[in-house]
């Protein structure tokens, strides 16, 4: 029978909390096995699938999703507060037979106890509205970090792929430079020319070996780069030498955007300032939450209790009720403690909407010279394709004259150089180019254009 009653009580007390339980909004991020830290180095790597795989493996994106595990966590316990708790004790002595009283050297008692909190002047409520919102700043804190990723990721895509082309160009370079000292060799040899062009050309081509070795190493390094924005570890030995095959190229495709439509974009869409607006709310909360300590609070409880009856030994012959009642407290004079922890959050919630305000005009100055640096980079863009149609020209004409006897050696030279330069121009053009676009996208709020659909 006493063991039924305990029983009752434990089923009641579970029933009251289920609907509380229910309500809990479900966890977005659980906590996977522990993963092979290696990946294999595949064989062709396209921005998509850098993409791809940073939203999975870019540590601070990993850091942000566990920041809002973290902030679950403390809401289910400030919900804590709203569901009957249910406690236990229990307790078992024996001592010596001459301390006794009643003639018995054992002692037993097991008590459990629901408490529901009634009233808190809105304290409880307001705490865990709070948290609930300090959740919501948490995810949209996800969405900030995902975003600066993902560009991080983009640029330096980029950088890798405009890296590959630079060597493409000096290589180009040193082959024209080759042919011009094979040339002048063969004029020398001849008698057309004197041993001084040959000496000249041999230099020329000396002098572009540097910069194709920079070039070269550049292009290392913007894969090493590249490969700590995706978090991208390998330990395996056959990967750690491996390059993979960089699809893709820079590509040149002018877009515009009004100013006034941009800044309108960015203050509606951008997490981060929808997170300070949610932390601002959450502020306001906590004020609440201060000031019900000015009040009264009140609490249900019930308890059932199983002890050891006086003069006997066994189990059988214990006692056992229940016990309900109400329990009140309230703080009537506490040395204006409570006043002073309602000054501290309301102070809060002012630096709060104070960095509200700070953010959306940083904002909109991010905006502003994300679209003077994309006007930029779009003018050079395409000023460049015309230099390098003129240089390419030029390197044309300095041949056929060069052949006919009519220009110098230095002339040639100095026009595949000028081509050189343009070509380098116009990759580090399309590069800005690129890059300034991404830009203005992050600065607007909008999402990566090849993951806005993942």
Do not use: H
């Amino acid at each position: 029978m006493n063991a039924f009653k305990r029983l009752i009580l434990l089923t009641i007390a579970a029933a009251l909390a289920q609907p509380l339980l229910a309500d809990m909004p479900a966890t977005p991020f659980q906590p996977d096995g522990k993963a092979d830290p290696s990946y294999m180095v595949p064989d062709e790597l396209s921005l998509n699938y850098a993409l791809s795989f940073a939203l999975d493996n870019n540590f601070a994106i990993r850091q942000a999703k566990e920041r809002i595990r973290q902030q679950e966590g403390i809401v289910l316990e400030v919900r804590s507060q709203q569901i009957p708790n249910v406690s236990s004790t229990a307790g078992y002595s024996g001592y010596a037979q001459q301390l006794s009283t009643t003639g018995d050297d054992r002692s037993w008692s097991i008590n459990i106890t629901a408490r529901q909190v009634v009233f808190a002047g809105g304290g409880i409520t307001a705490a865990v509205k709070a948290q609930r919102l300090a959740l919501d700043a948490a995810a949209l804190q996800l969405q900030t970090v995902i975003d600066v990723a993902l560009l991080d990721v983009r640029t330096k895509f980029y950088n890798v792929l405009v890296s590959r082309e630079r060597i493409k160009v000096q290589e180009q370079n040193v082959e024209l430079l080759r042919r011009q000292l094979q040339d002048v060799k063969n004029r020398f040899e001849a008698g057309t020319v004197s041993n001084f062009e040959v000496l000249r050309a041999e230099v020329a081509v000396a002098n572009a070996q540097p910069a194709l070795i920079s070039a070269r190493n550049n292009f290392r390094l913007a894969i090493d780069d590249l490969r700590q924005a995706l978090g991208f570890v390998t330990s395996d030995a056959t990967n750690l030498a491996k390059t993979p095959e960089f699809s893709g190229k820079l590509e040149f495709a002018p877009v515009s955007y009004e100013l006034a439509s941009a800044l309108a974009t960015a203050k509606e869409r951008r997490p981060d300032l929808q997170r300070l607006k949610k932390l601002e709310q959450a502020a306001e909360e906590t004020v609440k939450v201060r000031r019900a300590n000015y009040y009264p609070d009140l609490s249900l409880y019930a308890a059932y209790d199983w002890r050891k009856r006086p003069g006997y030994s066994d189990f059988a012959a214990s006692r056992d009720g229940v016990t309900v009642g109400v329990q009140s407290t309230w703080d009537i004079f506490d040395g204006r403690a409570t006043r002073g922890r309602v000054v501290q959050a309301e102070s809060a919630l002012e630096q709060t909407r104070l960095s509200f305000n700070e953010a959306e005009l940083a904002v909109s100055v991010e905006v502003r010279r994300a679209l003077s640096s994309l006007q930029e980079a779009t003018e050079l863009a395409e000023a460049s394709k015309k230099v390098v149609e003129q240089a390419e020209e030029a390197v044309r004409l300095a041949d056929a004259r060069y052949s006919a006897g009519t220009a110098t050696q230095l002339d040639v030279l100095t026009a595949r150089n000028d081509l050189t330069t343009a070509r380098l121009n116009q990759l580090q053009a399309y590069y800005s180019f690129n890059v300034a676009s991404a830009n203005v996208r992050r600065a607007m709020g909008l999402p990566d254009e090849l993951v806005a659909g993942r």
